[in-house]
């Protein structure tokens, strides 16, 4: 362990200190209440205090159970420094929620710090600044670790863009603009899949200068997020980083995010996947994703900790929620911000040739099943535009969603799948009843072709979303704009209904409506994305359903006989599938770790990229 300076009054000669966590601040009023209340930023890292502020909030307060549980690291210290006189009050809660007061330093002044030490047992640590008369003001504020870290971690950033140039441009500059971000960051790797070369974009002449060499931009044809995502561990696989973090193209990163999960896998006991929660791009305080899991018998994700899914995070604060501080297992994180240590990709491989969908919920489950752990760290995320302002279930989307799930449940789901096929059967209904024949269509391909065996998988991925959009456009199933949409509409009356009972008796009017012959005279009703549910739809022979973007409608028009024959062909590909469901499982377990392995993977790409821009 390094050796710091003797004590003063010891003579001892003290550890050195490593950073695991900056308390960094904001001045965007939108934002703010996610770093500190109470004070006012002066820059990233000093607040000017009048009377009393607190880092008892997402980005300030440190998630020490956390920590405990998963890392080597057993005792902290928070360290400061105060212009002018305050005390600092260091407080926590335990795993339960319970608010404690740990210390009370007086009339604080200078340079700082508090030592503690940390359990599994704990949920979140955080400082509180009571400010003398005439103000005072505090920087530096951060939570440490003695000691360096026990293998200090290096990241190769692996990025995925499609058309995106502005956003991937913007994610770049984060980067660019950061020295002590870019001081962990040994290459940024983006694999361009567009249809305009990201280079040629406005502002990546710049933001290419000032990444120098560490800039790799890989054009490659569209083969998804899995495709994507396997480029940059392949390519970090090869290299002499020690993580792969994996990153979405359109999102609002806060570089501090990264040195958190950086210095979390660095100081981890054993290999650990760490990765990011999710705040909503379109309302910055709201949590739109804790951690994820998979619900083995339907075999559907599922949020670890469903009262927290969308909590104000500027009122929902870590004092006064007791469901922040349970330390909670996920069993995998999203890709959209994601730590992968190399030794890990190097043994298990890259993502399946899945395309989009369920690719980091399968690695997770693969992860786990070789002794890897994945953590979502509290307190490290970004800003993603949420799945609920996305129409992924109506559009070709749809295809990937419901195939790739079963691919996994065959993967590492129960015997015959246990309810999947029957939850999956569900919403094959539910689009039926809803007049969406083209959703149910696109799931019936789907369905066609996981039947077909692991050998299907990469020429569809090749094909990426060509043919389901194809059924998409001969079923008449498409977003239409406004001007496109019929001017004749009538008013929604369609209550929804509240209570089982209720929901037996909609039900059954539903079925009943469905079996009389459609009025082709029928006015469309027009409904907002939340009225247009089987219970509102199923009572109508035309209707227009605002998209989830918010940017035109969904024109439905039931139909029996089409709705009648999408029924038969889902019942029957579902008993195709309860039937052979052993052998299936067999097929793809076997062709699994071929077709994730970084050789295989070298092998396409190679074939099919353009090479280095």
């Not at 880092?55 to 440190?62: D, E, L, P, S």
């Not at 500059?173 to 070369?197: K, Y």
């Amino acid at each position: 362990m390094a050796q710091g300076p003797p004590h003063p009054m010891t003579g001892l000669a003290e550890p050195a200190w490593r950073t695991l966590q900056r308390c960094v601040l904001s001045d965007d009023p939108r934002r703010a209440a996610l770093y500190a209340r109470g004070g006012s930023a002066l820059s990233r890292d000093r607040m000017r205090v009048e009377a009393r502020a607190s880092f008892a909030t997402y980005f300030g307060a440190f998630p020490a159970g956390y920590w405990a549980a998963h890392t080597a690291v057993g005792r902290v210290r928070l360290a400061w420094r105060i212009d002018g006189t305050a005390d600092v009050v260091v407080r926590g809660t335990d795993a339960e929620g319970v608010v404690s007061t740990l210390a009370h330093v007086r009339d604080a002044t200078g340079e700082g710090s508090y030592e503690l030490d940390i359990t599994p047992r704990d949920g979140w640590l955080w400082c509180d600044i009571v400010a003398a008369a005439d103000g005072a003001t505090i920087g530096d504020v951060r939570w440490e670790a003695p000691g360096p870290a026990p293998a200090p971690a290096t990241l190769t950033v692996c990025v995925t863009t499609f058309d995106r140039e502005a956003d991937c441009v913007r994610l770049l500059d984060r980067f660019a603009e950061d020295p002590g971000l870019r001081s962990c960051v040994d290459r940024i790797v983006v694999a361009d899949q567009g249809t305009r070369p990201l280079v040629a974009a406005d502002g990546f002449a710049s933001v290419a200068a000032r990444l120098g060499t560490m800039l790799q931009v890989v054009r490659q044809p569209n083969v998804g997020g899995s495709g994507g995502f396997s480029r940059g561990m392949v390519e970090a696989a090869a290299g002499t980083a020690t993580h792969a973090l994996l990153l979405d193209d359109d999102v609002d990163l806060e570089p501090e995010s990264v040195r958190r999960l950086a210095a979390f896998a660095e100081s981890s006991r054993t290999p650990t996947i760490v990765g990011a929660q999710m705040l909503s791009l379109v309302d910055p305080t709201r949590l739109h994703s804790f951690g994820e899991r998979i619900e083995r018998s339907g075999f559907w994700w599922e949020p670890v900790e469903p009262s927290l899914s969308g909590a104000d995070l500027s009122t929902t604060t870590v004092e006064s929620t007791p469901e922040l501080s349970h330390r909670i297992d996920v069993d995998f994180n999203g890709w959209w911000m994601c730590l992968i240590p190399t030794a890990t990709i190097r043994l298990l491989g890259a993502s399946l040739p899945l395309f989009i969908k369920w690719d980091d919920a399968e690695y997770g489950l693969r992860a786990a099943a070789h002794g890897v752990t994945t953590v979502t760290l509290p307190g490290a995320a970004l800003w993603h535009m949420p799945w609920t302002a996305k129409d992924d279930g109506l559009d070709w989307q749809a295809y990937f969603q419901l195939r790739n799930r079963l691919v996994a449940a065959l993967l590492h789901g129960r015997r015959r799948g246990g309810r999947v096929l029957s939850a999956s059967f569900a919403q094959d209904v539910n689009h039926l009843l809803c007049g969406q024949y083209g959703s149910a269509a696109v799931r019936a391909l789907a369905l066609t072709d996981l039947l077909r065996g692991p050998e299907h998988l990469w020429p569809v991925l090749r094909h990426g979303p060509a043919r389901p959009a194809a059924v998409l456009t001969r079923e008449g199933q498409a977003v239409l704009p406004e001007s496109e949409l019929p001017l004749a509409l009538v008013d929604s009356t369609v209550a929804p209904p509240r209570g089982a009972a209720e929901m037996l008796a909609r039900g059954a009017r539903v079925l009943v409506h469905q079996l009389r012959p459609a009025r082709s005279s029928a006015s469309p009703v027009r409904l907002t994305r939340a009225e247009g549910k089987w219970w509102a739809l199923g009572m109508l022979d035309s209707a227009i359903v605002d998209a989830a973007s918010g940017k035109g409608a969904f024109a439905m028009r039931r139909s029996r006989g089409t709705a009648a024959r999408g029924l038969r062909r889902a019942v029957a590909l579902r008993a195709r599938l309860w039937w052979q469901w052993p052998a299936l499982a067999r097929a793809y377990r076997e062709a699994a770790p071929q077709e994730a392995a970084i050789g295989t993977w070298q092998a396409r790409l190679a074939a099919s990229s353009d090479g280095p821009s």
